[in-house]
């Protein structure tokens, strides 16, 4: 390309000189040619401004979710409404739950059974969530446990909350607290699904989505990878191959909600399989199955011919040439397109919607015939809530989607730079 | 001398036994991926004949005529309804907002990225313009509804909670990528020499890109805003969270209304009985979105094989 671009710089460069020759113009025509120089400049300044709106509304929608996951709340105590000191129980946990259940007034044996018991210590950590805080009102970093049942006073932005610090601490009442929340934070990777937002966590969908999503490699890598070995290296070329081509590219133009009422009609209805992870990860391989293929074809595709023939000539068979020959060589292409194919698996949320994921699970998933929920679909639920805490949870929930998929890109570009490096 | 000693024979014959296994495992190999290529011929009957089946028991029940005239869309209410035009009408209502963000934004960043910018500055903003496309569209719907649709409510009076303005708004955004990638495509495949040769005959940039470069790549910028408009129909999300619920036909942008995708959602996540007319309902609404965006995908390929101008 820059050969090319270096000649076409020239080419402007000569046709610039020949238009300003002295002589050939006008006063007039000089003008109409700076004009439109100008004009030319503009264009690409107004064709710039789209990009840097796109970008800005990234960068946007990375903040104001970000703004969104800390707030300041004031707490009224349904049991205790202590904090308690850092440098009391430094490695939280049950050290600080027997602190809470003290200050309850639990004898210490009492405090002991809990504990020990698992039942019961599976009920207290239900309705418990046990969270450092940074700024408290009893002083910074301290623990506050927070119940189920806890009231809500206020919830403030964490900005306006700080700048009217000292005015909520002046409000509040007898036993109530007041801390900057942070809602993303190692607890929320820690607690499952709840209907009260402060103990809820996103553990339930954490583990939903990997399921579903280890689910969908091992169904569409061989089916996807396995279409386009057929297309490119066994299939004769004519209507039979072309109709699938056709098929699979419209296939790949099919909206995912499309994808959803099969899903539910197949595998859900038909197959008997009820809202499972199975019938998800079913669903979501069909989805992904046309890029996978496409992608797969193209890094086939790039593998050249002459070492195909050079293989046969040496008188391997076909699966000999293209199992250690082609597909080594595809490797990092195949896996690039199918990382991001992934990608799109875990942000689906429309068909998952419709194949019943939206049912509200608070327990871990046991196998690939249990309920489920993945994370975009909590994020749904969560927004749907509509209460101003159920979009902190989902701001946090979305930061963490994020940052999952920008690793996933992340590694997909690198596998595609460490391929094109070693060529 | 035909002194074939038995040896020989045995080692021959051995050797033939190991060729036809091979030729044995060699033929399972490829009809095993034959049957992968044949799962994805099976998709598309699959859905092909569960729209029909399902749209023709739903036609049974309610009048074909009613479907495409009624103008009120009500299978949920006492008083039941089945007229698609409310849904059809907010699905366009918001497609042609996040048109009319979408073709001129994804148009100008190509024509930046192929006749402005330098080619590390392309490498760097392509992958950035593709991340927009990544997102999650549920993200994207957050975002409408909590950061987008406040905004436009303290600049607008009048505007629901719910409404199609900030949906098409942001859903704009999302077909921003699509639009740009495949018209991008499309103008750097223009030969540098028709760039030259305008150049040479004293044409300004303005002009080469206006007159020569948007020409001659036509077909496939026309293909990229089919491309994204199918896109925008067929998106569920967005719609669903920021758009509302709401089926009323109007092409008022700042009142609610409901896509056929959010009735989709709607109608699947809420708790009719699997098999009565309201659930059955949903694949009709299907069947329709489907041909619409397999129309469109149909038509945006044709275009490109067919006005496609090949330069050598």
Partial sequence: MNPESGRRSATVAASREARGAVGLMDEAGRARVRRQRRAGRALGVLAFVPVLLSLALIAVLLLDTTRRVVSVQVIEPYASGQTFAFAQAPFGGDAVARLDMRAQGMAGSEVDTVLSDAEERRRYYGRHRIELMWRTQDGPLRWVVTHQRDGRVTDVDLIAGLLRWSELREGLADGQVLAVNPWLDAGFFERNASRAPVIAGLRTALVGTLWVTGLVILLAVPLGVGTALYLEEYARRGRWSRFLEVNIRNLAGVPSIIYGILGLYVFVRLMNLGPTILAAALTLSLLILPVVVIASREAIRAVPSSLREASYGLGATRWQTVSRVVLPRAVPGIVTGFILAIARAIGETAPLLLVGAAAFVPYLPDGLLSTYTVVPVQIYSWVSEAKPEFYRLASAAILTLLGFLGLLYAVANWVRRWSEAGR | ?312
């Fill in chain 2, 1 to 312: 001398m035909n002194a074939p000693g038995p040896p020989r024979d045995v080692a021959f014959a051995r050797e033939l036994h190991r060729r036809g296994s091979r030729r044995r495992a060699e033929r399972l190999i490829g009809a095993s991926l034959q049957l992968a290529a044949l799962v994805s011929v099976l998709t598309t009957f699959a859905v092909v004949t569960v729209f029909a089946v399902e749209t023709f028991a739903f036609f049974r029940e309610v009048s074909i005529v009613e479907f495409f005239t009624a103008p009120t869309w009500t299978p949920l209410f006492l008083d039941t309804s089945y007229g698609i035009a409310p849904l059809v009408s907010g699905t366009l209502l918001v497609t042609a907002i996040a048109l009319l963000v979408g073709l001129p934004f994804g148009l100008g960043a190509a024509v930046f990225l192929s006749e402005y910018a330098g080619d590390r500055t392309r490498r760097r903003i392509v992958p950035l313009l593709e991340v927009l496309a990544g997102i999650p569209t549920v993200v994207l719907g957050y975002f409408a509804l909590l950061t987008v649709t406040p905004l436009i409510r303290s600049f607008v009076a009048g505007v629901d909670l719910f409404n199609p303005l900030s949906a098409g708004l942001v859903m704009g955004f999302m077909i921003v990528p699509t639009v740009s990638s495949v018209s991008l495509d499309a103008m750097r495949a223009v030969p540098t020499a028709m760039r030259e040769a305008a150049y040479g005959l004293g044409a300004s940039k303005l002009h080469v890109v206006l007159r020569v470069v948007i020409p001659a790549a036509l077909s496939g910028i026309v293909a990229a805003f089919i491309l994204a408009m199918s896109r925008a129909i067929g998106e569920t999300m967005i719609v669903t969270l920021a758009a509302g619920q709401m089926p009323n036909l109007h092409f008022d942008p700042r009142e609610t209304i409901a896509t056929m995708t959010a009735f989709i959602v709607q109608a699947a996540t809420g708790d009719q009985p699997a098999g009565s007319l309201a659930a059955r309902s949903l694949y009709a609404v299907g069947a329709t979105l489907f041909v619409m965006t397999l129309l469109l995908n149909v038509i945006a390929q044709r275009v490109v094989r067919r006005y496609q101008e090949v330069y050598e």
